[in-house]
């Protein structure tokens, strides 16, 4: 497709239940992160990779907050025994990396946990 | 990591133009200033950058201080489309990274 694509749209979980999130990136892009956005707050950055190599991971809240690129190209977010605080829209955004490259975000997953 | 002050609210009349301020005082001298909008259920969608020198494309201008600290962001002509979150950011030199703050909410009027 022509931009980045997350899937699924919407996830509803109970709470303790494990759910995988998925970004296709923009073919040929580098670059790969993940944000999380509270209601009615910015996106808050979670992880980054270049190619495979997960080389930022500051932002993930707990261990229980899992991502991994194994090809270079899609990327999946796995949230372990799901909390209610883990509610929010999880957006991916790609480039193609580097200095004064722009970030094309995909719609976001959102996430209920009840 | 990049921190942003900006107003949380502006109100434009439609048709006027819009001028969105962003304080950016820690940014470093390689980094760009970005400017993201994100409609209601939407992801963020870019606007517009730049590092030094004033931008322009066909959806807004990007003014830049001289000692690079703060920047205006103009919509020429707002409509009742405009009405959005716009964010200030600057990317890190390394990664591009980009570290959002809460954003304007602008209502742009009839």
């Known amino acids: 497709g022509a931009g980045v694509s997350q899937s699924p749209r919407y996830k509803v979980a109970k709470r303790g239940q494990d759910v995988a999130l998925r970004c296709d990136p923009i073919s040929g892009h580098v670059s790969l992160f993940w944000y999380q956005q509270a209601l009615g707050q910015g996106p808050e950055f979670l992880t980054y990779f270049q190619n495979e190599a997960q080389l930022d991971k500051s932002g993930l809240p707990s261990d229980r907050f899992f991502a991994e690129r194994p090809e270079g190209s899609v990327s999946t977010l796995k949230i372990q025994r799901t909390q209610q605080e883990d509610s929010a829209v999880y957006l991916c955004a790609s480039s193609l990396g580097g200095i004064g490259e722009k970030l094309f975000f995909g719609s976001g997953t959102q996430l209920s946990v009840l | 990591d990049a921190k942003t002050t900006q107003p949380p609210s502006m109100d434009c009349a439609e048709g006027r133009a819009a001028n969105l301020p962003c304080n950016h005082s820690?940014?470093?001298?390689?980094?760009?200033v970005y400017w993201y909008r994100q409609i209601h259920s939407q992801g963020p969608q870019y606007i517009i950058h730049g590092l030094k020198n004033n931008e322009t494309n066909e959806m807004a201008s990007l003014i830049i201080t001289e000692d690079r600290k703060s920047s205006t962001l103009i919509l020429p002509h707002a409509t009742l489309r405009d009405t959005a979150v716009y964010y200030c950011t600057h990317g890190s030199s390394n990664t591009g990274k980009l570290i959002f703050g809460q954003g304007t909410t602008l209502q742009v009027k009839p």
């Open positions: 820690t940014i470093s001298g390689n980094e760009y």
